[in-house]
């Protein structure tokens, strides 16, 4: 394949401080570093954390002026010289892990997202809601070629975690699982890699059109938080005991604390959604009482994201996704801050 032509620059949607201007704009097209791949991003999906990146909730600091994005699906088309195992014209994806320092202890065992030298896409490193965008070689994700890349896009971040949340939990075939936050963009996918896994899907969110996307994603119990009027004692009830599982994908402090009631004796509470300053609220009767873990999962190493991958290629998770254009952040974020996004949003980095 002949050198692709690179642009001198490109569009991308930044912002120069957290809560400040979203502005699609031109911008210089990033040069790779020796061990960095260029990619041609094609799509990118929007998760919340791209949310919390632009508001800058959480207690560590967003690189400024910062382009967000960290589920980027596009082409190799430009490499330092240091890179081994690419080619130009390969699929490649824009993960949040963009590289960690591969020598520490947790790099070591494969836990790489734990790195404290970890590069994170759209918040330390600048992301996929641009056209050219740089990602280590060794951590970017291997697409297989003949992918569609708009909806592999949220496989990226959100099928990623949401897979490595379930292995987490520890579960059985046969057992229920919760999904707090279950029709947003990670509950989507979490759905149906649980089902895909062989538990028994049991999700909570708020609204009509979330209670037809659980349905219609093949989830066996719906439970609408803005109706019920005791979250806890229904979910107890479905599951004949309690979850023995829950992923809490929510963006919500007291939901997280209701996770550790409805968890079934012996069950795993994971902890997944990252609400601003929020505290995992257990009581310690309970949790000693029903003998429950409570465990925090973040993103997944490079074998998740392969079998996350490989998930979605043999046809057994599809995020449902709207596609717009990458001009269209600030309208995302402003649903996604109401919590009415039902799936994701992917952005067309050329509209
Ligand atoms: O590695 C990680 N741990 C990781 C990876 C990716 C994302 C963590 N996250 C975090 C994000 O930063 C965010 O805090 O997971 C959270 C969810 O990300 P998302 O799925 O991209 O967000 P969304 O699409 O807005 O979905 C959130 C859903 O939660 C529902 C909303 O209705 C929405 O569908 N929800 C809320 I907000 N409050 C709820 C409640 N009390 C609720 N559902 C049930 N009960
Ligand atoms: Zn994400
Ligand atoms: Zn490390």
């Given at each position: 394949?002949?050198?692709?032509?690179i642009?001198e620059?490109?569009?991308?949607?930044?912002?120069?401080?957290?809560?400040?201007e979203?502005?699609y704009?031109?911008?210089?097209?990033?040069?790779?570093k020796?061990?960095?791949?260029?990619?041609?991003?094609?799509?990118s999906?929007?998760?919340?954390?791209?949310l919390?990146?632009?508001?800058?909730?959480?207690?560590?600091?967003?690189?400024?002026?910062?382009?967000?994005?960290?589920?980027?699906?596009?082409?190799?088309v430009?490499?330092?010289e240091?890179?081994?195992?690419?080619?130009?014209?390969?699929?490649a994806?824009?993960k949040?892990?963009?590289?960690?320092?591969?020598?520490?202890?947790y790099?070591?065992k494969?836990?790489e997202?734990?790195?404290?030298?970890?590069?994170?896409?759209?918040?330390?490193?600048d992301?996929?809601?641009?056209q050219?965008?740089t990602?280590d070689?060794?951590?970017?994700?291997?697409?297989p070629?003949g992918?569609?890349?708009?909806?592999?896009?949220?496989?990226?971040?959100?099928?990623?975690?949401v897979?490595?949340a379930?292995?987490?939990?520890?579960l059985?075939a046969?057992?229920w699982?919760?999904i707090?936050?279950a029709?947003?963009g990670?509950?989507?996918?979490?759905?149906?890699?649980?089902?895909?896994?062989?538990?028994?899907?049991?999700?909570?969110?708020g609204?009509?059109?979330?209670?037809?996307?659980?349905?219609?994603?093949?989830?066996e119990?719906?439970?609408?938080?803005?109706?019920?009027k005791d979250?806890?004692?229904?979910?107890?009830?479905?599951t004949?005991?309690?979850?023995?599982?829950?992923?809490?994908?929510?963006?919500?402090?007291?939901?997280?604390?209701?996770?550790?009631?409805?968890c079934?004796?012996n069950?795993?509470?994971?902890?997944?959604?990252?609400?601003?300053?929020?505290?995992?609220?257990?009581?310690?009767?309970?949790?000693v009482?029903?003998?429950?873990?409570?465990?925090?999962?973040y993103v997944?190493?490079?074998a998740?994201?392969?079998?996350?991958?490989?998930?979605?290629?043999?046809?057994?998770?599809?995020?449902?996704?709207?596609?717009v254009?990458?001009?269209?952040?600030?309208?995302?974020?402003?649903?996604m801050?109401?919590g009415?996004?039902?799936?994701?949003?992917?952005?067309?980095t050329?509209?």
């Open positions: 394949m002949s050198a692709p032509q642009p620059t490109q569009k991308a949607v930044i912002f120069y401080e957290n809560g400040g979203l502005q704009k031109d911008i210089p097209v990033p040069k790779p020796p061990n960095e791949l260029l990619i041609n991003v094609k799509y999906g929007v998760c919340h954390t791209d919390h990146a632009w508001k800058g909730d959480w207690p560590l600091d967003t690189k400024l002026p910062l382009v967000g994005g960290h589920e980027g699906a596009g082409v190799v430009g490499m330092g240091s890179v081994r195992g690419w080619k130009i014209g390969d699929l994806g824009i949040w892990l963009n590289g960690s320092c591969m020598s520490c202890e790099c070591e494969s836990n997202s734990n790195c404290p030298e970890a590069d994170l896409s759209g918040y330390t490193h992301g996929s809601f641009q050219y965008a990602a070689a060794v951590q970017a994700a291997k697409i070629a992918t569609d890349l708009a909806e592999v896009a949220p496989i990226l971040c959100a099928g990623i975690t897979y490595k379930l292995k987490s939990a520890n059985q046969g057992e699982v919760a707090s936050g029709c947003g990670l509950g989507s996918l979490a759905i149906q890699y649980a089902k895909a896994m062989g538990y028994r899907v049991l999700g909570i969110d609204g009509e059109e979330k209670a037809e996307l659980f349905k219609k994603l093949g989830g119990h719906f439970i609408d938080f803005t109706k019920s979250v806890t004692a229904d979910v107890i009830k479905a004949n005991g309690g979850a023995h599982g829950v992923i809490n994908v929510s963006v919500s402090e007291a939901a997280i604390e209701a996770s550790t009631e409805y079934r004796a069950g795993t509470v994971v902890l997944v959604g990252l609400p601003g300053g929020a505290k995992c609220k257990s009581d310690v009767f309970n949790h009482v029903k003998s429950i873990s409570v465990v925090g999962s997944g190493n490079r998740d994201t392969r079998e996350a991958i490989d998930f979605y290629v043999r046809g057994l998770v599809k995020a449902p996704i709207k596609i254009g990458l001009s269209s952040i600030p309208e995302i974020y402003e649903k801050e109401r009415a996004i039902a799936g994701r949003y992917v952005v067309d050329y509209k």
